[in-house]
């Protein structure tokens, strides 16, 4: 029996007035994102993502980097008015991070703050994801999507533990975002379509059996496409390629991370 087929897209990064050669897939026309950042750089389209999300999150210093980053974004803007207006409605994590006169002023404005310093075993991230997961913004579990400004850059560790919360989570979608990148995982339980936004996306692109090693993957729309091909660490894992057509095709035995370049 054949999988069942789970579409992809990045068209929530693209500008309102970019036209594209085909629409959104019937999943991203329905989807309702949130936007979860990390302590870490904000990457250039995080107005975008902020105005297109019905819920955001910070990750207790992501406060902070929403406070001093958002008015850099947008320098020819007073920067009280975007700070007003780019204002988190939860603040969520260990509140180790965030700084005092940041948290007083968020606060002050009407976000919730959640501190759950009481609990060591998962990162800040895990906790943003069980939020929203518990507090939807769309009526449908499957139209979510959970965008991560800051997820990639800093410390390997948080790298790493934040890529392991795609695996925790395989059910929810989740897109780690850079500057650089885009980052998801493929669930071995769906074949997959992602739709090529070329204009802001590749072409440079990448699978990788992070969570076990795959002994038969098959895509199409690749400049070098695998053909049942085994993928593992310690052998083939498919890095620098190319994306070639407009939809690329992907069905695996195992959990894929699947990445692919931002354009600047």
Not at 9 to 27: E, G, I, M, V
Not at 239 to 257: A, C, K, M, P, Q
Request: hydrophobic share 35%; net charge negative.
């Amino acid at each position: 029996m054949p999988l069942p087929t789970m579409t992809h897209s990045s068209s929530f990064l693209r500008l309102p007035a970019t036209s594209s050669p085909h629409p959104p897939p019937a999943d991203d026309a329905s989807a309702a994102y949130a936007v979860v950042v990390l302590n870490q750089r904000l990457p250039r389209f995080a107005p975008l993502l902020w105005d297109r999300a019905r819920l955001r999150v910070c990750a207790d210093g992501g406060a902070n980097r929403v406070f001093d980053g958002m008015p850099e974004l947008l320098p020819a803007e007073d920067p009280d008015q975007v700070r007003m207006r780019y204002k988190p409605d939860v603040i969520k994590g260990d509140m180790d991070s965030i700084r005092p006169e940041v948290k007083e002023y968020y606060s002050n404005l009407g976000a919730e703050i959640v501190d759950e310093s009481h609990d060591q075993d998962t990162t800040d991230l895990h906790k943003c994801v069980s939020f929203i997961t518990r507090n939807p913004p769309g009526s449908e579990e499957s139209n979510l999507y959970i965008l991560v400004l800051g997820a990639l850059g800093g410390r390997f560790d948080h790298e790493m533990g934040n890529i392991n919360v795609l695996y925790r989570f395989s059910n929810i979608r989740i897109v780690l975002l850079s500057d650089d990148c885009s980052i998801f995982l493929l669930p071995k339980t769906h074949s997959h379509e992602i739709h090529i936004e070329r204009s802001i996306e590749g072409p440079h692109c990448g699978l990788i059996p992070m969570g076990s090693p795959s002994a038969s993957t098959t895509t199409t729309g690749l400049r070098w496409n695998l053909d049942n091909t085994s993928m593992s660490y310690g052998g083939l894992i498919s890095t620098s390629n190319i994306v070639e057509e407009e939809t690329v095709s992907i069905t695996s035995d195992s959990d894929l991370i699947w990445t692919i370049s931002l354009r600047n």
